[in-house]
């Protein structure tokens, strides 16, 4: 296995970076939408967006793609390792090449999402969770995805309102 740089101007390389992301998807979150090619493409546009990526026998099998915001001292990384290459050392050895990059950019706080299941919710493989979490990863904020059925909801009015919601800070005055 290898790890190098994306070459935004390699299309071939582009082309598998977003399969990567397409397979990912499939795998760890089917039920969130496959992602957008255009998308993919152009966070590379951004000069401050980079990847590394993993090759094996001339696939793309692993993505570390990073942000480094300008005025913070972040950066922002999506780490992802294709199904059929997992538990084979490729994401510690992408994200030792992370850290080796945000040292050489002075950055001092790495940020990263991964999913979990909710109570009662879709069930998530949480490896990317604890993954992190045994990596000194520590949790800092938490996004939820709502989902209303369309079919079940009777209209805008208040009537569809839950069982005792109620909005102080609107009412208030
Ligand atoms: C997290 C991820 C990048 C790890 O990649 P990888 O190449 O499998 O990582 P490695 O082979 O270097 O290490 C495997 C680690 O994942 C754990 N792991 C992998 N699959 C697992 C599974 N299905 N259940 C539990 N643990 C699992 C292994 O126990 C090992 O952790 P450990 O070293 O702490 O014991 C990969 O699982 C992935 O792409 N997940 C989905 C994307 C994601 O959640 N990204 C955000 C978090 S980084």
Known sequence: ??????????????????????????????????????????????????????????????????????????????????????????GTRLLEEVYAVARQHERGLIEVEAVRALPGGVARDEAGYRYLTNRSHRPGATSIRSRCQIADHAGGDAATLADGYSSPRCRAG
């Open 1 to 90: 296995m290898t790890i190098r740089q994306l070459d935004p101007a390699d299309a071939a390389a582009m082309e598998q970076s977003y399969q990567l992301a397409v397979a990912v998807t499939q795998y760890d979150v089917p039920d969130f939408p496959t992602p957008s090619r255009q998308d993919h493409l152009a966070r590379f546009e951004d000069p401050l967006a980079a990847a590394l990526l993993a090759w094996e026998g001339g696939r793309v099998v692993g993505a570390a793609s990073y942000q480094l915001p300008q005025s913070e001292n972040l950066m922002y990384l999506d780490l992802v390792v294709h199904p059929q290459y997992r538990c084979r050392g490729i």
